[in-house]
C-alpha cells in the first residue's frame, strides 16, 4: 500500500496573475497547472505533446489556455509569451519546467542527442526568461521567474553527463538572470527536484530494478510525490518570496546532503572522553 503524504496543503491567492507553465503535458507540470488554476490564476500552459496537454487542461475551465509549442526554438517561446499577452494582457510568473532526461553512457554519447537536451533545458531556459522577462519589464511591475534544474546536478551518476550538466547549467544561467533582472523588480530562482513520482507504469525493469535498490538509500526512504514541489513553485511565485532571488531550492528530501541512516550514534572515541565526560 502507497504511503500516505500529508503536504499540510498551504493556500495561496493567485487571483489575478498570469502564469505560464511550459512542460505541461505531465507530472510536475500538470499538477502546476491545476493548482495555480484552483490558487485563482490565468495559466497559459505549453508542452510539444498535444494530447498530454489537453489531458492536463480538460476540466480546468477557461481559466487555462493550452498552447502547442517548442520552447527550443525562438519563436516557439515567443509564441507562448505572445499567446499569455494577447489572451491576458500580461505576464507576473514564468515557470520553466520544461526539459528532457535521456540516459546514456559518456562513451556511446551522440552529438546530436547532447546538442538535442542542451536545445530544450538550457536554450529553451534562455529563450522562455528572455521572452517573459521583456514582457514583464514592458508591464512595469516585476515578476517572477522559476527555472528548474535537478539534484542531478550536485552529484555524479553513470549515464547521465547531458542531463545533468545541462541542469547545472541552468542554474548558473539563474543566477546571472537574477542579477540582470533584479532592478526590474523580477526575480529569478530554480527548483532542484529530487527523484520525484513521475515515471510511466509499469516501468520497464531494469529501471524499476535500480529504484527498488535506490530508495531505500534516501534520507526519507520514498520518492517525492509532484504536489511536494508545487508548494515550493507557488511560494517562489508569490509574495513572500520577495527576498529570494538567485536561490536554488532543492525538493529532493535530503538525497543531496546524505544516505538515510538506521543505525545509534555512538561516541565511542575516547580521545575525547574529557569533553563527553565519559570513562
Known amino acids: 500500500m502507497k504511503e500516505q503524504i500529508n503536504t499540510g496543503r498551504v493556500s495561496f491567492d493567485f487571483t489575478g496573475k498570469i502564469v505560464i507553465v511550459t512542460g ?3 507530472g510536475i507540470g500538470r499538477s502546476m497547472v491545476k493548482y495555480f488554476v484552483e490558487s485563482g490564476a490565468l495559466v497559459v500552459a ?3 505533446d498535444a494530447e498530454g496537454l489537453t489531458e492536463t487542461c480538460t476540466h480546468l475551465g477557461d481559466r487555462v489556455v493550452a498552447l502547442v509549442a517548442d520552447i527550443s526554438s525562438a519563436d516557439g517561446a515567443k509564441a507562448i509569451v505572445d499567446e499569455a499577452m494577447n489572451k491576458f494582457g500580461r505576464v507576473d510568473v514564468c515557470v520553466n519546467n520544461a526539459a528532457v532526461a535521456p540516459h546514456t553512457s559518456l562513451l556511446k554519447e551522440r552529438t546530436e542527442v ?3 537536451v542542451y536545445a530544450v533545458n538550457c536554450r529553451g531556459t534562455f529563450l522562455m526568461t528572455q521572452a517573459a522577462a521583456q514582457a514583464m519589464i514592458e508591464g512595469g511591475k516585476g515578476g517572477r521567474i522559476i527555472n ?3 539534484a542531478a546536478s550536485k552529484r555524479g551518476s553513470p549515464g547521465g553527463a547531458a542531463y545533468a550538466s545541462s541542469r547545472a547549467a541552468v542554474e548558473a544561467f539563474t543566477r546571472v538572470a537574477a542579477i540582470e533582472l533584479g532592478p526590474h523588480n ?10 520525484i513520482d513521475t515515471q510511466p507504469k509499469p516501468l520497464p525493469e531494469v ?11 534516501l534520507p526519507l526512504a520514498r520518492p517525492g510525490e509532484p504536489e511536494e514541489v508545487v508548494g515550493v513553485v507557488l511560494f517562489l511565485a508569490s509574495d513572500a518570496s520577495s527576498c529570494v532571488n538567485g536561490e536554488d531550492v ?4 535530503g538525497a543531496s546532503v546524505g544516505t538515510r541512516y538506521t543505525k545509534q550514534v555512538v561516541d565511542d572515541d575516547p580521545r575525547y572522553f574529557w569533553v563527553t565526560e565519559q570513562g
Open 114 to 116: 547532447w546538442d538535442r
Open 24 to 26: 505541461a503535458a505531465r
Open 207 to 217: 529501471m524499476a530494478e535500480g529504484l527498488r535498490a535506490r530508495i531505500p538509500t
Open 250 to 253: 532543492r525538493v529532493d528530501r
Open 186 to 195: 523580477i526575480l529569478v530562482n530554480t527548483v532542484s527536484p529530487g527523484l
Open 148 to 150: 528548474f534544474s535537478s
Open 46 to 48: 505549453a508542452d510539444r
